[in-house]
């Protein structure tokens, strides 16, 4: 057994390397093996998610998955699964290997493969990609390792790219226009939703989503595979472009790019399944009350309208101090649909055009001008 700690992690255990990422988006150590603590919110989406599924069996891949961290806790903690864990990193295996035994699994196995190895040889129900960075040289060959009707997952952990903070390598990796500002954590979830949904198009299909969102430091998307090149027509139509103006904040969406709509393209579809969110549960969940929290969020957050609105944004535009959040949703909603969002505590979404938001804003901000 390679030497390292044993943590718990929802009801697995699970060998670690002694030194090992806590925070942050995390560093590979030379000559050590991939785990990031602060992931386990994230691996008990998956669990949650999977769960709420409610598939009888179910066969899942995960493709990159270093320790064998999310593997084994699916293999453990979701009913009727059989799931390979992959790496490529040899270090990798003795770690995967010692976890499936430490849980006595019968329903896990070690893959030492090239992730597009093992897909061009074996489809599954459920495929997992979660890399160290970005995922853009990956999605064509996990697709193709999905079955009919099987679900994909992809994390992102390239937000400076994304998120417009480096607008060259976002070109580079992803061929879109990211947006800076308040909309930028949404724009990069919408960016990479888009790039899944041009690769799938390749192969004349379509994707539901059921869950997308941004938490810490990364994007996660959770799409079901749809065959058929209806679906794969009705996906591609959910594909636009934005323009922005941030001296009047008119934002406003299109589905053919022209020279005023620039930035993009975006996925203009929705984020969630919400019958799927609603029997999602946090039972047993590690971080159960971020769970519990972001749950709460996700399922009550507005999902027809991009692109969020920022208080900030409306208090530098006012030149007002913002007023209470909660109050200020509230009076929001007394003349049309408006939630918060899960992208930030700060930022809302509404189906309101912007003249009645800075009339209602302007009505309810402290009335001290902001220096």
Known sequence: MPSGNIITEG??????????????????NAGSVFF????????????????????????????MTATGSRAVRIANEVPGTDVTANDFDE??????EANIEINGLENCRASHSDMHCLFAENSYDYVDLDPFGSPSLFIQSAIRG?????????????????????TPKCRRRYQCEPIRGYMCHEGGLRILMCNIAREMGKFDMGMRPLLSFYA?????????????????????????????????????CVYEYDRDHRLG????GPLF???????????????????????????????????????SELSSFTKLSPPNMDVFIEKMNEVG??????????????????????????????????D
């Open 273 to 311: 399944d919400k019958d799927l969110l609603g029997r999602m549960s946090s039972e047993g969940m590690a971080k159960q009350k971020k769970c519990d929290k972001m749950l709460d969020i996700w399922r009550n957050e507005i999902d027809s309208t991009p692109f969020v609105y920022d208080v």
């Open 36 to 63: 990031n603590e602060q992931m386990a919110f994230n691996r008990d989406v998956s669990v949650m998610l999977l769960r709420a599924l409610q598939r009888p069996s179910m066969t899942v891949a995960d493709a």
């Open 265 to 268: 393209p975006f996925w203009l």
């Open 11 to 28: 009801s697995t255990r699970i060998l670690v390397p002694e030194v090992h990422s806590t925070h942050g988006p995390g560093k590979i």
């Open 337 to 370: 649909p408006t939630s918060k969002t899960h992208f930030s505590p700060t930022s809302f979404v509404t189906e309101l055009p912007l003249k009645d938001i800075l009339e209602i804003y302007r009505e309810n901000g402290n009335e001290t001008p902001r």
């Open 146 to 166: 999905c079955r009919k009707r099987a679900v994909l997952a992809v994390t992102a952990t390239d937000t400076a790219p994304l998120a417009g903070a480096q």
């Open 91 to 96: 270090n990798a295996i003795p770690y995967i």
């Open 216 to 252: 810490d430091h990364y994007y996660r998307t959770y799409v079901e595979i749809v065959p058929g090149t209806k679906a794969c027509d009705d996906m591609l139509a959910h594909l636009g472009y934005m323009r922005y103006d941030q001296k009047t904040l008119e934002r406003d």
